[in-house]
């Protein structure tokens, strides 16, 4: 019997308390897309070395595409510019995705760094994207 390939899940749609504001944001369509299939939780913000709960961030003059590019930037809603953590995590995420030969990612919607529809993808989302990783959003 084969195995299903795993893929990766946005930590929060699972219900773990990753979420900028410390919460949870469980996702019972996700969970039901999951079932019986094997999957990696990752938070990218986590992996760049932020801490939860952390402030609001969004990306500012462009898409996940334009920070990768240093086109654009991530600021928080203080104005403190967090364009390398976000980069610094989307390339953990990758790197895990590689590792594990990952071919699709469940990733939270709206997110600075797991969006994935576009104009407004995230950092972590367009890095997959490029290495042509499919996504769904939740």
Excluded: W
Aim: aromatic fraction near 2%.
């Amino acid at each position: 019997m084969k195995t299903q390939a795993p893929c990766l899940v946005s930590a929060c749609l699972l219900g773990l308390c990753t979420r900028y504001d410390g919460r949870c944001k469980r996702n019972d369509a996700c969970l039901d897309a999951l079932a019986g299939r094997p999957y990696l939780p990752i938070c990218p913000e986590q992996l760049g070395g932020l801490p939860t709960p952390r402030p609001a961030a969004s990306i500012l003059g462009g898409n996940g595409h334009d920070v990768l590019a240093a086109r654009a930037r991530v600021l928080d809603i203080h104005g403190r510019d967090l364009s390398a953590a976000f980069i610094q995590g989307a390339r953990m995420t990758l790197a895990l995705a590689r590792m594990q030969r990952i071919e699709l990612a469940l990733l939270k919607a709206d997110s600075p760094s797991c969006g994935s529809e576009a104009p407004g993808i995230g950092v972590a989302a367009a890095l997959l994207a490029q290495a042509g990783i499919r996504i769904i959003s939740f």
